[in-house]
Structures are given as structure tokens and as C-alpha cells.
């Protein structure tokens, strides 16, 4: 029983201890604040992209998107419109996800070009996808 208990603490602490470096782990910007185009895919399928146009303007778009982002808890890590990159972290756990964007003017709106990426794990249960749809797919077209 005792080595049980041992063991249960062990794994409980290992547990607390990951769950706290999510959150403190530093961030280099130079590192997430990516080309969303050009960026490679991540060698783990925990990510997701869009490439979409909208009738709205880029500081239109760029508005839109900033507020859903800011609703949900995402902060600008780098850059500025029209390229930057937010963090914004899942809801259970805090895992740090990367989002970079990249908003181009073109006849008639704006292509919005999007790159949401998990930091940490193997999958994302879909959380990236998610993401980009609510902050992207509720855009006009």
C-alpha cells in the first residue's frame, strides 16, 4: 500500500508539475510568429490552416478578427496587422496554441490566410480547426 501511495504522489506531482510548465514555459516570438503561406506543416498533426477571401476591408477584417480573438482570451504575441500572430491557450489545460495570420488586399475584400498551431502534443482533437472557424468562418464572404 505504501509503494502505491508513493507511486500515486509520484504521478500527481509529475502531473502538477507539466501542467504548471505549460503556463510559465517562455515563448520566443521569433520562433511562432510565422509566415502563414510558406510556414511548414508541423511534423505532428495538431494544426490547421485556411486560406479564404472576404468582401470586408483588411482593417475591417482585422478588426473582426481581433475582437473574436480577444473574446476568447487571445493576445497579440508579435507583429501587426497585416501579419500577426496570436497566443491563445485551451480551455482545460492552458496548452499554448500559436495562430499567424497574414491579411492581403484584393479586388472587392481581403484574402485572410491563417496558420493555428499547438506548441505541445501529439493531436489536438481538433481545438486549431475549431479556432479558425470561429474566428475566420463567421467572416462575410
Same mark, same amino acid.
Given at each position: 500500500?505504501?509503494?502505491? +501511495? ?6 500527481? +506531482?509529475?502531473? @502538477? ?12 516570438? #521569433?520562433?511562432?510568429?510565422? =509566415?502563414?503561406? $510558406?510556414?511548414?506543416?508541423? $511534423? ?7 486560406? &479564404?477571401?472576404? !468582401?470586408? $476591408?483588411?482593417? =475591417?477584417?482585422?478588426? @473582426? %478578427? ?5 473574446? =476568447? #482570451?487571445?493576445? %497579440? ?13 485551451? &480551455? ?7 495562430? !499567424? %495570420? &497574414?491579411?492581403? @488586399? ?9 496558420? !493555428?498551431? $499547438? ?5 489536438? @482533437? ?5 479556432? +479558425?472557424?470561429?474566428? %475566420? ?5
Amino acid at each position: 500500500m505504501t509503494v502505491f +501511495l508513493v507511486f500515486l504522489a509520484a504521478l500527481l +506531482l509529475t502531473f @502538477a508539475g507539466f501542467a504548471l510548465w505549460v503556463r510559465i514555459a517562455p515563448t520566443d516570438p #521569433g520562433v511562432w510568429h510565422v =509566415e502563414p503561406a $510558406s510556414a511548414p506543416d508541423p $511534423s505532428t498533426p495538431n494544426f490547421a490552416r485556411v486560406d &479564404r477571401m472576404t !468582401s470586408l $476591408s483588411p482593417d =475591417e477584417t482585422a478588426a @473582426a %478578427i481581433t475582437a473574436q480573438a480577444q473574446a =476568447e #482570451g487571445a493576445r %497579440i504575441l508579435a507583429g501587426d496587422w497585416p501579419h500577426v500572430t496570436f497566443i491563445a491557450r485551451t &480551455r482545460l489545460m492552458a496548452y499554448p496554441d500559436f495562430v !499567424s %495570420i &497574414r491579411l492581403n @488586399a484584393v479586388d472587392g475584400g481581403t484574402q485572410v490566410i491563417a496558420f !493555428s498551431r $499547438s506548441r505541445f502534443g501529439y493531436g489536438d @482533437a481538433g481545438v486549431n480547426r475549431a479556432r +479558425l472557424r470561429r474566428w %475566420i468562418g463567421r467572416l462575410p464572404q
